[in-house]
Every structure is written in structure tokens, then in C-alpha cells.
């Protein structure tokens, strides 16, 4: 319990200290993505699959965050992979009390950790310099879209 705990601080705890590796916020309109990209000086690409946009932003820190709006504009899932953890309580925005609360009773391992509940659904795993994960919002998915089409 102990370990685990120590793992998810942690967690928390990169994620605090690399404020400013930014991304959009879960659930909040994805205009802001242009904007935070060209503070962090990242790279972006954006691609269409018909009920959703992707934007992929590469961070100076070689972290790739995927960002997925549906088509009303609002971000509902956010993934990263690489040797970063992004700044979780940024990427959550409001479900990040929520998530820090269901993290410190979640089952995962030192390596992994996984919150599920109705309406928030986190995701994280990896060692150093090898971090991947993934947030999205159950209730915001577009018809016909899995968390598998999220990785």
C-alpha cells in the first residue's frame, strides 16, 4: 500500500513540477490547444476521423500528447507516450481531485496505475523515460468509439 501510494505522489508530483508542459483540459473546448502548443513551443498535427479530430503535439521533452475532440468542439480524451508524464492536474483540469482522490484507493502497481468510474476513466503505466497513458471521459465518447481506438 505504501509503495503504491508513494508511486501515485509521484505521479502527481512530475506532473506538477512540468507545469509547463500544458495540453488542453478534459472536457473543455479544444481552442485552446493552438494557443498552449505554441507557448510550450510543440509541434502539432491534426487529423480527421469523421466523428472526432486528433491533435498530436510533440514536446520539446519528446513526450506525444494526442488530444481528441468530438465534433461540439470538447475534448474527452487526452494519451501520452514518452519520457514525460504529462501535467496531469493541467490535462484533467476538473477531474483531477477526483482522479488524485480515486488513485490513492485505485488497485495498480508501481508500474501501473488504472481509475475507473462513470464518468472519469485514467489510465497510466511505464517506467523511466518510457511513461503511456491515457484520460478520457466515458460520457463524452462519440457514438461508435472505444477506449481502443484511443491508444
Do not use: C
Amino acid at each position: 500500500m505504501a509503495r503504491k501510494f508513494g508511486w501515485v505522489a509521484g505521479t502527481m508530483m512530475i506532473g506538477a513540477l512540468w507545469s509547463s508542459v500544458a495540453s488542453a483540459t478534459l472536457g473543455e473546448p479544444e481552442a485552446s490547444i493552438t494557443a498552449e502548443m505554441q507557448l510550450n513551443r510543440a509541434s502539432i498535427k491534426e487529423s480527421d476521423h469523421g466523428v472526432y479530430h486528433v491533435h498530436e503535439m510533440l514536446l520539446p521533452s519528446g513526450t506525444m500528447i494526442r488530444e481528441y475532440a468530438g465534433l461540439d468542439g470538447k475534448v474527452f480524451a487526452v494519451t501520452w507516450n514518452g519520457p514525460f508524464i504529462p501535467n496531469l492536474k493541467q490535462s484533467l483540469g476538473n477531474y483531477f481531485t477526483e482522479f488524485s482522490a480515486a488513485a490513492a484507493t485505485a488497485h495498480g502497481t508501481r508500474k501501473h496505475l488504472e481509475v475507473r468510474q462513470p464518468d472519469l476513466v485514467v489510465v497510466s503505466g511505464g517506467h523511466m523515460r518510457g511513461h503511456h497513458g491515457f484520460a478520457y471521459l466515458p460520457q463524452g465518447l462519440p457514438s461508435g468509439v472505444s477506449d481502443g481506438d484511443l491508444q
